[in-house]
Every structure is written in C-alpha cells, then in structure tokens.
C-alpha cells in the first residue's frame, strides 16, 4: 500500500476550469512567472494516508508557497483526481497517475496533452460518451495524453454517441467488465427492490450504478491488490462469451486496475471479464468445450444447462448457461465462471434443464445426447484438464438427472494439457 497511498489530491472541479488560458498578461498582483490564475475557481485539495477522509489543506494556484504549507511530498508517487496543475516546481511526471471519472477522464487526457513531458499514467473510469464518442483525438482521451493510458468502459448501452460512457477504445489497454454495457446488480430488479427498501430517495444512485461502477472496480482493486481481477484480449464481447479468449500467452490477458501490467501495443486492446454484483469484484473463469454426439437430428435452440464444478478447495455447483443451439455430433465453447477459488478441478456434473416443470414435450419424449469427454480450461491459472465419463460414454437427457465427468489419468492427455 506503500507507494499507491502516500498521497492523494482530491479535486472538486468547475466546467470552467477545463478552459485553459495562456500567455495572458494583466496588471494584478496574483500573476505569478507571467500566468494569470485569477479565474482559475478549481479547488485543490490535498489528503495524505494519515487522513484520507478530510481535506487537510488546500493548494492554491499560482501560490508555490501553499506546496510547502501542506507539506507536500516531492518523492512520492501522487494520485491526482482531476484536474490538473503547474509544472511551477519542476515535479517528476514519472510519479504522476492522472485518474477521471466520466467528462473527468477527458479532462485528464488535455490536462496530460497539454504538458511538456507526458505523464506516467492515465486511469479513464468509464469515459463520457456524449458528445466524444466521435470527437479528434486531441479532444478527448486518447493513448497520445500519457506514457500509459487504460482505460475501463461500464456503461456502454445504448447507440454510439448517446451511451453514458464512451463505447470505443480510447487507451492503450481499454477494459470491458460485463461486456461494459451494463453491470450486475444494476438491473431493473434489483432497482425495484432498493426502490422499495428506502424511497426515491437514491433514484440518481441506480441510474449512475453502472456508470460509478468503474470507480469501485478500481477502489477494490487497491485494496485487493494481491489478488487482482484478470481480464483478456478478445476481438468481440461474442467471442469472449464462448470461452474463446481466455489465453495469457503474448501479454493476452492483464490485470483490472492498479496493478495492471504496462502493455503499449500499435493498436489499443479490447479485454474482456467477468465481474460480480458487489465486492470483491473477482471471479474465476472457465472456458468449457462439449462434444455431442447421437442421433437426434433435430436443432434444439436457446437449450439452458446446468454444471457444477468440484475441486480441491471448494466447489460450485448449478451454474446455469444457455447455449443458441444444441445439435448432434458438434463441438460447443461456452464461458461459465465463479465466484470462489474451487482450486485445481476434480469432477464436474452436467444437467440439461427442461424447459418448465410442465413441458408436454419433454412428457412424451426426452431429447438426448451422448458426451465422452468435456475439456475445461482456467483462465486464471492457464490449466487445462480433460474430464472423462464414468461409463466411457454418458448420456446426457433433458430433465433428467445430473451425469459426473472426471479428471481424466491419461498421461498423454495430461501432457497436452501442460
């Protein structure tokens, strides 16, 4: 915790204050190395790890003397939250980690392009989207504004130009939890719920939930800083929905937040994860490949299974997912994923719901399918493993009951998997 809470300044900000005036001249005592900072109305407050919750003293704009006031630290690392500053007493801008929350994260992108030397790093919590959607770079965001920007996108719904965030990849690294157009515990329902827990009191707090969700994605990354949130490089949301993206070779996969490694590739990278509702946000992914083979040759579609996963550590079972379509002797990929560390996996169990407890269909005959292994891989930890049938073949009937897979003991599957 070290060098992330030595200091951080709190900035309460006024659209104003994005306006930057240079090279004015006027006849007024508080111009200081010929800038004028009468209308600077910015507030720049100061708070140290002894006392985080309260502004302890106020920096003032063209005052140098303040810095020295409030004690401040030339030799640690700084996080500013927006907006920014002079470069008056020559600090080092490798110590510098500019963090802004919507219209703030394009305000630090100017604020970085407008100095001399780049800053070391650019956190954008789920940039504005109106209005910079298809803005220049030079107006918004962009991997130009620091050494490092990344960036993680939370509410994305909607058509481009009108989401509440940006939509499209603004950074060196941009991060998509969820999909990054909505995020759990953010729904409809849970708004009804909290609506008639406590009032139309905390309406507007429902509204911006998925949109503040990135900076409690980011708080819980501090404070979980040795067990960080994985995500993954994938071309599309569809794709990472199918398990298909879960490879950290060649810088694939990166951490959420703090910790994230510095990856500058020529292009920005799209990542995808998972999260849960609340924190810790982490979760544990699985990439699962199905095999199905049989006779029936009709296409079963929006099909809803069930697997529970077994470990060394623990286990989780009824996972639901829904697989589009279901037909014979074709190979599925799907991602499922978990909210507790299960360690290395042991067994598994697969269930294929029916589709109400009063389904005619299934009365008079039960669709079914035949399965020898099912392959999963850990996004996690990159380990592959082989599960195989009890009985050579399991077959697998909907509304029937759960069939068991094991690890497999197949040397030469196991050095594959390696």
């Known amino acids: 915790m070290e060098s992330k809470a030595l200091f951080l300044m709190a900035l309460g900000i006024w659209l104003?204050?994005?306006t930057v005036t240079r090279g004015r001249v006027a006849a007024d005592d508080r111009i200081t190395r010929g800038r004028d900072f009468?209308?600077?109305e910015s507030k720049f407050a100061l708070r140290t790890p002894e006392d985080i919750a309260e502004d302890t003293c106020h920096l003032i704009p063209g005052v140098t003397e303040s810095v020295a006031k409030c004690h401040f630290n030339h030799t640690s690392k700084t996080f500013v939250v927006i907006h920014g500053w002079t470069e008056?007493?020559?600090y080092p801008l490798d110590n510098v980690h500019l963090l802004g929350y919507s219209?703030?994260?394009h305000a630090a992108g100017i604020a970085g392009s407008l100095t001399n030397k780049k800053v070391n790093r650019i956190t954008g919590l789920d940039p504005a989207g109106p209005n910079f959607e298809y803005a220049e770079a030079p107006s918004r965001l962009s991997p130009d504004d620091a050494d490092f920007v990344d960036v993680l996108h939370t509410f994305t719904r909607g058509s481009p130009g009108r989401s509440i965030g940006i939509q499209k990849p603004v950074g060196h690294v941009d991060i998509y939890p969820n999909g990054g157009t909505f995020q759990p515990g953010c729904n409809i329902g849970e708004a009804i719920r909290v609506i008639a827990e406590r009032g139309l009191?905390?309406?507007?707090?429902?509204?911006k939930c998925s949109h503040e969700r990135s900076i409690h994605l980011f708080i819980d990354s501090l404070l979980?800083?040795?067990?960080?949130?994985?995500?993954y490089r994938c071309n599309s949301k569809e794709a990472f929905e199918k398990g298909l993206c879960l490879s950290c070779r060649k810088n694939r996969c990166n951490n959420l937040g703090y910790e994230i490694n510095k990856v500058r590739a020529?292009?920005?990278s799209k990542m995808y994860l998972k999260t849960r509702s609340q924190m810790p946000y982490k979760v544990f992914h699985y990439q699962v490949k199905i095999h199905f083979s049989g006779t029936e040759s009709d296409i079963q579609t929006n099909q809803v299974f069930e697997i529970s996963l077994y470990g060394t550590v623990a286990e989780s079972e009824n996972i639901p997912f829904t697989l589009p379509e279901v037909s014979a002797n074709k190979t599925y990929s799907f991602l499922i994923y978990t909210e507790v560390d299960i360690g290395e996996l042991l067994m598994l169990k697969l269930k294929w719901r029916s589709d109400s407890y009063f389904s005619w269909s299934d009365w008079w005959s039960s669709?079914?399918?035949t399965i020898e292994k099912i392959r999963v891989k850990a996004g996690e930890t990159q380990k592959k493993v082989i599960f195989c049938s009890r009985e050579k073949v399991s077959h697998l009937q909907k509304g029937k009951a759960s069939v068991v897979f094991v690890k497999c003991h197949d040397k030469s599957l196991n050095k594959k998997s390696g």
């Open 16 to 18: 104003q204050s994005l």
């Open 266 to 268: 020529k292009r920005s």
């Open 367 to 369: 669709p079914g399918f």
């Open 224 to 231: 979980n800083e040795e067990n960080p949130s994985k995500a």
């Open 38 to 40: 009468i209308d600077i």
């Open 88 to 90: 008056e007493f020559h």
């Open 103 to 105: 219209l703030g994260a």
């Open 201 to 207: 009191g905390d309406v507007d707090q429902l509204v």
